[in-house]
């Protein structure tokens, strides 16, 4: 009974550090920019990096992915894609808990 409880708790507890990209659902926040991707994702990242220095920046299909990775809960994902003359921002957060104002600042900061 108890290894049935444990493997339990540990398939919830695993479900809670998928990337919040796998989830299904909304972003956080999803907001528009003037500024084209490569501008934004210049002007956040730096600012990520300083709350998470092992912050990393890909690129995606119109645009870039910027995550901040945690150990604990969820990876804080942020997508920009190109939107009309501009692009679109969307921010995938963990639980309420462990959300990080700081990166949720910053992403306003740069719109």
Do not use: F, H
């Amino acid at each position: 009974m108890r290894m049935l409880i444990g493997g339990m708790l540990l398939a919830a507890l695993a479900g809670c550090s998928l990337p919040a990209s796998l989830v299904p659902g909304e972003p956080n926040i999803s907001k528009t920019s003037g500024k084209a991707p490569k501008e934004y994702a210049a002007c956040l990242l730096p600012l990520w990096q300083k709350d998470v220095p092992k912050t990393t920046q890909i690129g995606i299909s119109n645009g870039y992915r910027i995550k901040a990775p945690s150990i604990i809960t969820a990876d804080e994902i942020l997508d920009i894609v190109k939107y009309k003359d501009g692009s679109r921002v969307s921010l995938y957060q963990g639980p309420p808990w462990a959300k990080s104002a700081s990166l949720r600042k910053a992403v306003r900061d740069c719109l």
